[in-house]
């Protein structure tokens, strides 16, 4: 059974940067394809990023949603079996509870856009950006 932790929510100032960590236990996250999702109060969840490692053998897949292109960025380290989501000039509506979910061998686009799809979730950790 597949069980994921974030960590490394917290407050930070607008302009500030954090990484979250998403580790998982139990099957190792090779084929495996890991999103970042994230719901703000009274929001629905939405994708934020997702990778997954290339059919082609040529690295990673990735992808963002728009409004994080530039600022954040997905990577993995299959060695510690985790995910990181760096995240840089945060901003007071990056404000939500951030989700890590994996599903396997999922396209990432397709992935990213269903944040509600049957995925193993973490429990979530708060990001708080102050402006």
């Known amino acids: 059974q597949l069980r994921l932790v974030e960590s490394g929510g917290g407050l930070v100032q607008s302009g500030g940067s954090l990484r979250l960590s998403c580790a998982a236990s139990?099957?190792?996250?090779?084929?495996?394809?890991i999103g970042w999702f994230r719901q703000a109060p009274g929001k629905e969840r939405k994708g934020v990023s997702c990778?997954?490692?290339?059919?082609?053998?040529?690295?990673?897949?990735?992808n963002y949603a728009d409004s994080v292109k530039g600022r954040f960025t997905i990577s993995r380290d299959n060695t510690k079996n985790t995910v990181y989501l760096q995240m840089n000039d945060l901003k007071p509506e990056d404000t939500a509870v951030y989700y890590c979910?994996?599903?396997?061998?999922?396209?990432?686009?397709?992935?990213?856009?269903?944040?509600?799809?049957?995925?193993?979730w973490g429990q979530g950790t708060q990001v708080t950006v102050s402006s």
């Open positions: 139990g099957p190792s996250l090779d084929y495996y394809t």
């Open positions: 979910a994996a599903a396997f061998m999922r396209d990432v686009a397709d992935m990213c856009g269903q944040a509600l799809g049957a995925y193993y």
């Open positions: 990778i997954s490692r290339s059919g082609s053998g040529s690295g990673d897949s990735t």
